[in-house]
Antibody, heavy 121, light 110 residues
Framework: EVELLESGGGLAQPGGSLRLSCAAS????????MQWVRQAPGKGLEYVSA????????YYPKSVGGRFTISRDDSKNTLYLQMGRLRAEDMAVYYC??????????????WGQGTLVTVSS | QSVLTQPPSVSGAPGQRVTISCTGS?????????VHWYQQLPGTAPKLLIY???NRPSGVPDRFSGSKSGTSASLAITGLQAEDEADYFC??????????FGGGTMLTVL
């Protein structure tokens, strides 16, 4: 059974940093591209970052580019999101998700339960 | 403002059929990119409901169906049940923006 378990969320000050982790199990982690998707309280879904199966390619939208870094450790079956220079608008539940399908018609076939990031002084 | 437009809410009585629209443009749905749908039950993570416009993952009831035409897509739910009450999101790819989501539609079962 595919499982994705996020951790690392919590309270951070504006301008601060947090590192999120996503532990994967139930599938061959190194075979799959992975991504982070966030959801602000009461809002919709926003694509935050993606990394290819071999880690050689990453993607960030303009809203987080230069502040967030996605990485993976296939030896630990773990996905990471290093978040820096946090802003109030980064406050959200962050989900890690496995990519299904093929680019550009890919989708997210499994999701973690999410971890809440709160940005406040 | 989301790139893909969904109605904020829809409702229906048990047993009825409801549809949720997802309207895009020539740079996403209209460009031929696939549309996918997710169901988010209250307090839980999104779950893949429809992929590749009209395909159901294993375990998704055939009461759920998807279609696409031109710059729009639709999710149809037949035989509405109380457990279908949730938020529904569409997702596609945009040639300028990468992955894009709809703003979400809250389905209320009356």
């Amino acid at each position: 059974e595919v499982e994705l378990l996020e951790s690392g969320g919590g309270l951070a000050q504006p301008g601060g940093s947090l590192r999120l982790s996503c532990a994967a199990s139930g599938f061959t982690f190194s075979d799959y591209a992975m991504q982070w998707v966030r959801q602000a309280p009461g809002k919709g879904l926003e694509y935050v970052s993606a990394i290819s199966s071999n880690g050689g390619s990453t993607y960030y939208p303009k809203s987080v580019g230069g502040r967030f870094t996605i990485s993976r450790d296939d030896s630990k079956n773990t996905l990471y999101l290093q978040m820096g220079r946090l802003r109030a608008e980064d406050m959200a539940v962050y989900y890690c998700a496995r990519r299904g399908g093929t680019y550009p018609n890919h989708y997210f076939d499994y999701w973690g339960q999410g971890t809440l990031v709160t940005v406040s002084s | 403002q989301s790139v893909l437009t969904q109605p904020p809410s829809v409702s229906g009585a048990p047993g009825q059929r409801v549809t949720i629209s997802c309207t895009g443009s020539s740079s996403n749905i209209g460009a031929g990119y696939d549309v996918h749908w997710y169901q988010q039950l209250p307090g839980t993570a999104p779950k893949l409901l429809i992929y590749g416009n009209s395909n159901r993952p294993s375990g998704v009831p055939d009461r759920f169906s998807g279609s696409k035409s031109g710059t729009s897509a639709s999710l149809a739910i037949t035989g509405l049940q109380a457990e279908d009450e949730a938020d529904y999101f569409c997702q596609s790819y945009d040639s300028s923006l990468s992955v894009v989501f709809g703003g979400g539609t809250m389905l209320t079962v009356l």
